[in-house]
């Protein structure tokens, strides 16, 4: 399973985002909450990860309160998040070809945030 669905694996991520420059100048002026999911684990692994301009806020395991409160809830199996967090994809080529899923949220408001979102992937890989 990607380390980002693992308490310890969340802790070290949310640590590397928030000292990384290249995600903060990414993901400034963004606020919002994210919910991860590895929909091939049974049952399904939930991160939740919570922007505020530039730093992540919170980033947890996610419970179902959490999804009815997300903004923006991306599902895909755990090879696909391997290849997102390996950048052998992007989040933008992998919606494309229908392996990332937005399973809630509005597109349009995500579309902006396409670089912050591959930047808090890459933080993942470190």
């Known amino acids: 399973m990607p380390s980002l669905f693992t308490p310890e694996g969340i802790v070290r991520w949310r640590e590397h985002l928030n000292g990384s420059t290249v995600f903060a100048e990414a993901a400034a002026g963004w606020f919002g909450t994210l919910v991860l999911m590895a929909s091939d684990i ?74 912050a979102a591959a930047e808090l992937l890459a933080a993942a890989a470190d």
């Open 42 to 115: 049974e049952p399904p692994a939930h991160t939740l990860v919570r922007v505020d301009d530039g730093r992540c806020s919170e980033a947890r395991v996610a419970g179902p309160q959490d999804i009815d409160a997300a903004d923006f809830v991306l599902s895909a199996t755990t090879t696909t998040w391997l290849a997102l967090i390996a950048a052998r994809t992007t989040p933008t080529m992998a919606a494309m070809t229908g392996r990332l899923h937005l399973e809630k949220g509005d597109l349009f408001a995500l579309i902006p945030h396409a670089k």
